[in-house]
């Protein structure tokens, strides 16, 4: 069982990385990744909101959804788990790392419609997860979010004030960026 929770780690982390294989949770990562302090508080908060909402919303739809025949009402109640969870990671960081708070802007808030979040709590109900096993994919794909947002946040900050041709300065060249990193991160798919 350890094994198997561990591959599922490491699969969700790197070979099917959300950012840089599903291409979910885009926004954040392009436009937090402007500093690595930044982009690792970012990642924090994700790594909170998508273990726990990974648990919450599992058991939410093992032990009532199900029973209930509420499976329609799915989406919406892991979108107001989220939502939920996502208000106690701004409070937690208003009070307590306010730069954070601030430098984070209204990129956390919108940690509630990123895609990542809700797509694998989706995800852990489509493939029948048991309870462990969704906690630990919902670890593992926040970890690699937050492996991606910071490689990116790091590459920007040396890449800054580097000289590029006009039509790659801004954002072409972050984008350029995503993509070199993409292929990288495909590479681990021999690994699988």
């Known amino acids: 069982m350890a094994g198997k929770l561990f591959l599922v780690l ?12 599903q291409f979910l949770g885009i926004c954040p990562f392009l436009g937090v990744s402007k500093s690595t302090k930044t982009a690792a508080g970012m990642g924090g908060a994700v790594v909170f909101v998508i273990t726990l909402s990974s648990l919450v919303s599992s058991v939410l739809y093992k032990y009532i959804i199900v ?5 329609y009402l799915k ?3 892991f979108i107001v ?3 939920f969870l996502v208000q106690l990671v701004e409070i937690f960081l208003k009070k307590v790392v306010p730069s954070l708070y601030k430098s984070l802007g209204v990129y956390l808030p919108l940690i509630t419609t990123n895609c990542a979040v809700l797509g694998t709590a989706l995800t852990n109900v489509q493939q029948s997860n ?3 096993t969704s906690v630990v994919t919902g670890f593992g794909t926040a970890v690699g979010f937050t492996i991606a947002i910071v490689i990116m946040a790091s590459v920007r900050e040396k ?3 580097n000289d590029f041709l006009g039509c790659f300065k801004g954002t072409p060249a972050v984008l350029m960026t995503a993509c070199l990193m993409s292929i990288a991160f495909y590479g681990f798919n021999a690994f699988a």
Do not use: C, M
């Open 81 to 83: 788990v989220i939502a």
């Open 130 to 132: 048991d309870v462990i």
């Open 159 to 161: 890449t800054e004030n």
């Open 67 to 71: 029973k209930l025949n509420l499976e």
């Open 10 to 21: 490491i699969t969700t982390a790197l070979i099917n990385n959300v950012v840089l294989s």
């Open 75 to 77: 989406t919406i109640i």
